[in-house]
């Protein structure tokens, strides 16, 4: 079965929005949540290295 014009240009808008918006947001907020545990433990625990 042939995909339509429509559900084409559907799935190519997905696909953008997918790979421009959501997937760097989403590594930014990853990357960001990461650091933010990693400085909160820090607060607690210490800094790293000999002690």
Do not use: C, D, K, N
């Amino acid at each position: 079965m042939e995909p339509t014009a429509v559900e084409r240009r559907r799935e190519l808008r997905a696909f953008l929005f997918l790979t421009v918006f959501l997937a760097p947001i989403l590594a930014v907020g990853l990357v960001a949540s990461w650091g933010f545990i990693i400085w909160i433990f820090q607060m607690f625990a210490g800094p790293p290295g000999p002690q």
